[in-house]
């Protein structure tokens, strides 16, 4: 029954539309391949991100890689995702689209973008019986230990600095919008009078854009930080 659709879909897949001013249609998978890669898949000016500034796409992430998101290697045909928070693949993809690409609306099933993007993750998703994966939020964030400061500035370049930069300059950065790291935290003493700067980033890190914090920066899980990689990281930025 699942293949039998799978077909139809696949078969639908050749009429994606060609784009960069090719003639011959591209197929879907392909399409949906270079989308994931373009921050113009959305539509807002103010959007910095892609599809792969958060997800790896191999079966591990590689090293140096300390994403928010999951790889999706294997993704498309889990029963559930965003730890069981959503059970349409769609609705996952429509989750980061909306909350972290600024997209103003979610993408429609049958948009050429939303059909191209699931050729490409089932293209990369051999398991057709591929578990659902954890997902752990904090959702009272609370001061961690201090680490190691070596191993804080090899989480900051595996997790932080792919968008903020250089730590003090910002050298590099994907967005101005990211703010520069530690120097962003001076301001907070006045914003958060009598809260620990460190836990304003704590905070941060852990819940991203959502529990009333803004922006559209995406929140750490434990399984995608620990706590002991966090608490490196703040001895590293000297929070
Ligand atoms: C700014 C970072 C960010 C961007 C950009 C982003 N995502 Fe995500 N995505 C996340 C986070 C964080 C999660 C939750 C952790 C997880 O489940 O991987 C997530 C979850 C997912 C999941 C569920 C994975 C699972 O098994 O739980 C899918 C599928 C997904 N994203 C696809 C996409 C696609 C496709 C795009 C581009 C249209 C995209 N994401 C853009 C951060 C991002
Ligand atoms: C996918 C890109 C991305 C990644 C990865 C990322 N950030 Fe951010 N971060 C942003 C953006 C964009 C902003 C500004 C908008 C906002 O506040 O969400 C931001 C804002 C912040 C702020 C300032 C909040 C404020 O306004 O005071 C802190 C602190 C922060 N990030 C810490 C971190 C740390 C630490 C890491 C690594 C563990 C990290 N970020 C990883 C994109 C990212």
Not at 56 to 63: K, L, R, S, V, Y
Not at 146 to 155: L, S, Y
Not at 198 to 207: G, W, Y
Request: hydrophobic share 40%; net charge negative.
């Amino acid at each position: 029954m699942k293949l039998a659709r799978l077909a139809v879909l696949a078969a639908l897949a050749l009429v994606a539309p060609a784009c960069d001013g090719e003639d011959a249609p591209v197929p879907a998978a392909e399409y949906g391949e270079r989308l994931f890669s373009d921050a113009r898949l959305s539509e807002s000016q103010f959007n910095s991100f892609s599809c792969a500034t958060c997800h790896a796409t191999t079966p591990t992430a590689p090293a140096g890689r300390l994403d928010s998101g999951y790889t999706l290697y294997d993704s498309a045909f889990r029963k559930a995702w965003w730890g069981g928070y959503e059970t349409r693949l769609l609705d996952a993809v429509n989750f980061c689209y909306v909350s972290f690409m600024r997209g103003v609306a979610p993408l429609p099933e049958d948009s050429p973008q939303s059909r191209a993007l699931y050729e490409y993750l089932v293209s990369i998703s051999p398991n057709q019986d591929a578990r659902p994966l954890p997902m752990t939020v904090v959702k009272n964030a609370a001061d961690v230990t201090r680490g190691d400061r070596a191993r804080g500035q090899e989480v900051y370049r595996a997790a932080c600095q792919s968008c903020h930069g250089e730590p003090h300059t910002g050298a590099g950065r994907l967005t101005e919008a990211a703010s520069l790291l530690p120097e962003v935290t001076e301001e907070y003493g006045e914003i958060f009078p009598g809260v620990p700067p460190s836990l304003v980033v704590i905070e941060k890190v852990r819940h991203g854009q959502f529990f009333g914090v803004g922006g559209n920066m995406p929140p750490y899980s434990l399984e995608a930080l620990s706590d002991a990689d966090l608490g490196a990281l703040l001895t590293f930025l000297d929070l």
